[in-house]
């Protein structure tokens, strides 16, 4: 059975990958001590500890490495940018070298965020980059330092909603949550993504990995839409109302690190590469559905230290 090696594994990627895949792979996850009931195997590391991703790999031997491991929060890289780096930059460099070296396939998980949003219509990966901030800049200098290291890797940019740990993850969380207790919201109309269930982007990069695949890859939704718009289907879906989601421009907010107004993305080279169609918005938007109805929320938040 193919062991598959997961990063980050208590974030919202990683938790949803490990336990969509855990019955047809041998899933180890890392983790630094949150998990404690999670019904695939742990191994229990600091990432950033010197020798650590050459500790981790002699001893689990995967046959494949996914890195979900990341500091996404926006805010906290524009405080931090150190720390930023060494998570997003220099982490990712040392696998793909360490991998390459072991002959362990790797992919490597990336952000949308990479363009600064100026562009009409959907970006290519031959679009050039133009990071807005620190966030932006480390996930792209790590996207190119780990090509660099290991040209048989994977680069996915992705943006994903689902179900978290934390339960306050994902923005289909907020939306539900504010909308499920009667809070008022506002959503942006002026910022445009691709959002994709987190389970289609878990199964697309299993895909991915399972057809050799390299290079770089627009892992997204194939519907653009504003945040609004993303919070009205997630109103509609779940019966809630949508009237207590205003629409508002990221221009009057008071986010400090600056957001790019366009990530819309294309997938066709992807989608081409693995000769399917990837999921609709619709599909993914059901099975969202599907699962608060059975629980799952609360099931994966059982997994963790309190």
Same mark, same amino acid.
């Given at each position: 059975?193919? *062991?598959?090696?997961?990063?980050g594994?208590?974030?919202?990627?990683?938790?949803?990958?490990a336990?969509? /895949?855990?019955?047809?792979?041998?899933?180890?996850?890392v983790?630094?001590?949150?998990?404690?009931?999670a019904?695939f &195997?742990i191994w229990?590391a600091?990432?950033?500890d010197?020798g650590a991703v050459?500790?981790?790999?002699?001893s689990?031997r995967?046959?494949?490495?996914?890195?979900?491991a990341?500091l996404a929060?926006?805010?906290?890289c524009?405080?931090?940018p150190?720390?930023?780096?060494?998570l997003? /930059?220099?982490?990712?460099?040392?696998?793909a070298?360490?991998?390459?070296s *072991?002959?362990?396939?790797?992919?490597?998980?990336?952000t949308?965020?990479v363009?600064?949003?100026?562009?009409?219509? @959907?970006y290519?990966e031959?679009?050039?980059? %133009?990071p807005?901030?620190?966030?932006?800049?480390?996930k792209?200098?790590?996207?190119?330092?780990?090509l %660099?290291e290991n040209?048989n890797?994977?680069?996915a940019r992705?943006n994903?909603?689902g179900?978290?740990?934390?339960?306050? *993850?994902s923005?289909?969380?907020f939306?539900?949550?504010?909308l499920t207790?009667n &809070?008022?919201m506002?959503?942006? =109309?002026d910022v445009?993504?691709?959002?994709m269930f987190? %389970?289609?982007?878990? *199964?697309t990069l299993i895909?991915?990995?399972e057809k %050799?695949l390299?290079?770089?890859?627009?892992?997204?939704?194939?519907q653009?839409?504003?945040?609004?718009q993303?919070g009205?289907?997630?109103?509609?879906k779940?019966?809630l109302?949508?009237?207590?989601?205003?629409?508002k421009?990221i221009l009057?907010?008071s986010? /400090?690190a600056r957001?790019?107004?366009?990530?819309?993305?294309?997938t066709?080279?992807l989608? /081409?590469?693995l000769g399917? =169609?990837?999921?609709?918005?619709?599909?993914?938007?059901?099975?969202?559905?599907t699962?608060?109805k059975?629980g @799952?929320p609360?099931?994966?938040?059982g997994?963790?230290?309190h």
């Amino acid at each position: 059975m193919t *062991r598959i090696l997961v990063t980050g594994v208590s974030g919202l990627l990683g938790i949803n990958l490990a336990h969509e /895949t855990m019955h047809a792979y041998d899933i180890v996850g890392v983790d630094r001590g949150k998990l404690v009931n999670a019904p695939f &195997k742990i191994w229990k590391a600091d990432l950033l500890d010197p020798g650590a991703v050459d500790a981790i790999l002699n001893s689990v031997r995967p046959n494949w490495l996914i890195n979900c491991a990341a500091l996404a929060d926006l805010e906290a890289c524009e405080n931090t940018p150190y720390l930023a780096r060494a998570l997003n /930059t220099d982490l990712p460099a040392q696998m793909a070298k360490a991998c390459r070296s *072991r002959d362990i396939s790797f992919a490597h998980i990336s952000t949308d965020a990479v363009f600064d949003g100026e562009k009409d219509g @959907f970006y290519t990966e031959e679009d050039p980059p %133009n990071p807005l901030g620190v966030y932006s800049q480390t996930k792209l200098d790590g996207e190119r330092a780990v090509l %660099n290291e290991n040209k048989n890797a994977i680069v996915a940019r992705v943006n994903f909603y689902g179900w978290s740990l934390s339960g306050k *993850r994902s923005l289909a969380e907020f939306f539900h949550h504010n909308l499920t207790n009667n &809070k008022s919201m506002s959503g942006f =109309t002026d910022v445009i993504f691709c959002p994709m269930f987190v %389970n289609h982007t878990a *199964r697309t990069l299993i895909k991915m990995l399972e057809k %050799n695949l390299s290079g770089l890859y627009h892992l997204v939704g194939t519907q653009a839409m504003s945040k609004y718009q993303f919070g009205v289907e997630i109103a509609r879906k779940f019966s809630l109302q949508e009237g207590e989601i205003s629409p508002k421009s990221i221009l009057a907010s008071s986010l /400090t690190a600056r957001r790019a107004h366009n990530l819309a993305l294309s997938t066709h080279k992807l989608s /081409t590469d693995l000769g399917e =169609t990837l999921p609709e918005f619709s599909t993914g938007l059901d099975e969202f559905y599907t699962q608060y109805k059975q629980g @799952f929320p609360q099931k994966i938040r059982g997994y963790q230290q309190h």
